[in-house]
């Protein structure tokens, strides 16, 4: 990895970019993985890298979502493996969720590499090697585990493929989506829009739930029957402008 000095103004950007480019040299993220990295980071840009008020209301939501569920799964891919292994792995043990990984590049190589992957960062088993039951998709992203995302109740998929977040829905699971573009496919048709680095994502809803392990159901089911996912959105777009709005108006530049 290439030294970046802890002052740098970028060094959370870097050290994620660093990350990323690792895991396509250890073979866990796929090159398609590296472009797709790009557009997180300027999305994450626009909406000022940090978690606005209204994804870490989501994030909660996801977590009170994760802990009332009978079957929960947590999908990881390549880019996910590669950043956020630790993080995946406290959450699924804090939570009770299933790991199972899910490709879309799907290789069976990759896939094991991933497993191991996860088992070195502490994980106990992890799904995903099977694929005994297919999703009605044409790509592999639809080639899943009987006993995990198949028959799971709750699925929380970061940096998830659109085609598969709808056909989710469509299977009446509810379905949390990592996406720092608030107007993606997977965005649009998730249950619960978490638009925030899958970094600070993860990061948050590990703590939340460490809170909201005391709560009973009933305050579990009263904090997800508050929820509004399309005004969470709206509250997305809106930081992005206002961001922007700062932004220019710092250097002078007008709004029009
Ligand atoms: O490992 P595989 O084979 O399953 O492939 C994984 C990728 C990510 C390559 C694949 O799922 C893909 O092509 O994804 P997309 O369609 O490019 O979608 C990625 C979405 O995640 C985009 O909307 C990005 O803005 C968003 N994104 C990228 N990086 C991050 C992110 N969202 C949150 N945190 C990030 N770090």
């Known amino acids: 990895m290439t ?137 592999e992203r639809g080639i899943v585990d009987k006993e995990g995302i198949y028959t799971a109740d709750v699925v929380l998929v970061p940096l998830e493929d659109g085609d598969r977040c709808q056909k989710l829905v469509e299977m009446g699971k509810i379905v949390i989506a990592i996406d720092l573009n608030p107007l993606s496919r997977t965005s649009l048709s998730a249950t619960v829009t978490i638009v925030d680095n899958v970094t600070r994502a993860l990061e948050n809803m590990i703590h939340f739930t460490k809170e909201m392990k005391k709560n009973s159901q009933k305050q579990l089911q009263e904090v997800i029957d508050s929820y509004d996912n399309k005004k969470v959105i709206a509250d997305a777009m809106y930081a992005i402008q206002e961001h922007l709005k700062n932004l220019a108006g710092r250097e002078g530049i007008e709004w029009i």
């Open 3 to 139: 030294h970046i000095p802890k002052d740098h103004p970028r060094y959370a950007s870097l050290i994620t970019r660093e990350k990323i480019a690792e895991g396509v040299q250890m073979g866990i993220t796929s090159l398609q993985g590296l472009v797709a990295q790009g557009r997180g980071e300027a999305f994450d840009y626009l909406i000022g890298e940090r978690t606005i008020e209204s994804a870490a209301i989501a994030e909660r939501v996801a977590v009170a979502y994760l802990l009332v569920a009978k079957r929960p799964v947590i999908s990881v891919n390549g880019n996910t493996a590669a950043l956020v292994p630790g993080a995946l792995v406290s959450l699924a043990d804090i939570t009770g969720a299933k790991l199972e990984v899910n490709l879309f590049h799907r290789s069976d190589a990759r896939i094991h590499r991933i497993i191991e992957h996860l088992k070195a960062h502490g994980a106990g088993s992890v799904l995903g090697s099977r694929g005994d039951a297919r999703l009605d998709l044409s790509h």
